[in-house]
């Protein structure tokens, strides 16, 4: 784990928005554990994603253009601290207790799981 202020952070959670503020309240209100941090890469919205991020409880990276899906996520990446990274798409329900469950398969495998639904 990587300290991080006074907390350490297990998971890094990089989240792509392009004009997502209204997903981002609907998927992303439950509160964030101490030992998760979640990017938010904003690319270029036009629409409040940035505030919403934030007030949401996000780190977020403003981009300033729409540099594309993969590039974002690659820019969430640079400034991830998490000794697990997980990107998940702005309209996801994350269930928090599941991440222990991820962290096991990834240790057993040292491969990435792709978890659906």
């Known amino acids: 784990m990587v300290n991080q202020g006074d907390r350490d952070i297990r998971w890094s959670i990089i989240t792509v928005a392009y004009n997502s503020a209204d997903v981002l309240r609907r998927h992303w209100s439950s509160p964030i554990p101490d030992d998760v941090e979640w990017i938010v890469v904003d690319n270029n919205s036009a629409d409040s994603s940035v505030q919403t991020a934030r007030e949401l409880g996000a ?3 403003e981009l300033g253009r729409n540099a594309g899906f993969s590039a974002a996520n690659n820019s969430g990446m640079a400034s991830a601290t998490g000794q697990y990274i997980g990107f ?3 309209d996801v329900f994350v269930q928090w207790d599941s991440l222990v469950q991820l962290e096991t398969l990834i240790d057993a495998s040292g491969a990435i799981v792709s978890p659906s639904s």
Do not use: A, M
Request: proline share 17%; no cysteine; net charge positive.
């Open 88 to 90: 998940v798409n702005p």
């Open 59 to 61: 780190k977020v990276i």
